[in-house]
């Protein structure tokens, strides 16, 4: 079996994937934006034939793809990069090869198409419209109320996202948002804010996961003294999670989704409501993968390998509560020092999977403009309380310092 990937060495976890599809026994052909030699070692090692194209340039990935299927058949194109998954579903038209449509990836990929098929198909959406320019922003916010939520059609990751109470607010967001162009404005949904993901293989779900993001995202993004959880639950029959998890059933239903990795979030108001969020056809981001490894012992890159390949793959289990918190440093500059990591390793270190912070001496990242800000620490427990008590004891005690 011969599956172009598309973007094997970036982001880095596609590499692992990457691997994860060659140990399948399949030929993974690589076509990508970087250099071969660029590659990670995962991806470069595991590649029967590489193609070095502009992504952005779709002509030129088309006319590539279509000189190579003179050669060698294509039995299949993936994708796991979410600006490239509408590129993935064009390639397959163009060559006739079976999968997901340009119109569904185009689901997958437009907040406000996502969120019609889903209207259709009865399930709860915040109330929302889509906005080309500074007027039709003005209307659809008078339509839907505030307070809203204002984002790109085609985001991810919460970037150029803004919670909007009043048409004050509203004045300051628009001149910071000029350079986005097609926007969703959506009803603000008050609650606490979960996952939903999964790996499908023919049809079926293999494996579901749900996740607890501490706080919501857009709170995370907002200040930069909070550290970011991302909360993998170890017990999936919690009934507070059971309206959410039949609505994530019944999501991937609406959008016919029928092979590899699905990402979902979806909120929990107060009074018990669940309301969808949004979903893309990819991975989480930011480590979650690892972090759903821990959780279940598991190898999540192999199970997308084997239900795209062989549309099953053998069931996992979450066996503990894993949890991913990220820290960023006080102060600009360079790291000088970190605060508690000896006395938290000693004390709590048997729960603790990962530590992966920048070095003493390293530049600090923009915490605006990355999800893993200056490191993070992936811990796990199969307690739940004695998961959030490690959250609170790394957010208070484990400190870095910048200058």
Not at 27 to 40: K, N, T, W
Not at 52 to 64: F, I, K, Q
Not at 253 to 276: I, N, P, Q
Request: charged share 25%; glycine share 8%; proline share 4%.
């Amino acid at each position: 079996m011969n599956i172009a990937m598309i973007s094997p060495g970036f982001p880095l976890e596609q590499a692992y994937f990457t691997r994860a599809l060659a140990q399948t026994g399949a030929q993974a052909i690589g076509v990508g934006d970087q250099p071969l030699e660029a590659l990670p070692p995962e991806a470069r090692e595991n590649l029967a034939h590489y193609e070095h194209v502009a992504l952005a340039d779709e002509g030129a990935v088309l006319r590539a793809l279509s000189g190579l299927a003179e050669h060698a058949r294509i039995d299949q194109v993936e994708c796991l990069w979410e600006p490239y998954v509408v590129l993935a579903a064009r390639i397959r038209e163009h060559l006739g090869i079976a999968g997901m449509t340009v119109e569904q990836a185009n689901w997958f990929r437009d907040k406000e198409q996502m969120k019609l098929v889903l209207d259709r198909a009865g399930i709860r959406t915040p109330r929302h419209a889509s906005a080309g320019n500074a007027a039709e922003i003005w209307e659809a916010a008078e339509q839907i109320g505030y307070p809203l939520i204002i984002k790109p059609i085609a985001g991810a990751g919460s970037a150029d996202t803004y919670r909007v109470d009043n048409a004050e607010e509203l004045a300051t967001v628009q001149t910071m948002i000029g350079h986005v162009g097609q926007m969703s404005v959506e009803e603000f949904i008050d609650g606490e804010e979960f996952t939903y993901d999964t790996v499908c293989g023919n049809g079926d779900i293999l494996f579901e996961n749900v996740s607890w993001y501490i706080p919501r995202p857009l709170q995370q993004r907002s200040h930069e003294w909070i550290s970011p959880v991302t909360l993998v639950l170890s017990d999936l029959s919690d009934p507070r999670l059971a309206d959410g998890i039949a609505m994530g059933r019944a999501v991937i239903e609406a959008l016919d989704f029928t092979h590899g990795f699905t990402h979902m979030e979806w909120y929990r108001k107060s009074e018990g409501e669940v309301v969808f969020g949004e979903i893309g056809a990819r991975p989480p981001g930011a480590r979650t993968v690892d972090v759903m490894n821990y959780a279940t012992d598991g190898d999540l890159f192999a199970t997308w390998a084997q239900a795209v390949t062989a549309g099953t793959a053998p069931p996992l289990t979450h066996k503990f509560n894993c949890a991913s918190m990220f820290k960023r440093a006080e102060g600009r500059g360079r790291i000088t020092h970190v605060e508690g990591l000896e006395r938290l390793l000693r004390e709590e270190g048997e729960h603790v999977c990962v530590v992966d912070l920048l070095p003493v001496g390293a530049q600090r990242r923009d915490w605006r403009a990355t999800l893993l800000s200056d490191g993070m620490i992936i811990y796990r427990h199969m307690d739940l309380g004695e998961t959030l008590r490690l959250s609170d004891r790394f957010a208070r005690e484990l400190q870095m310092y910048a200058e």
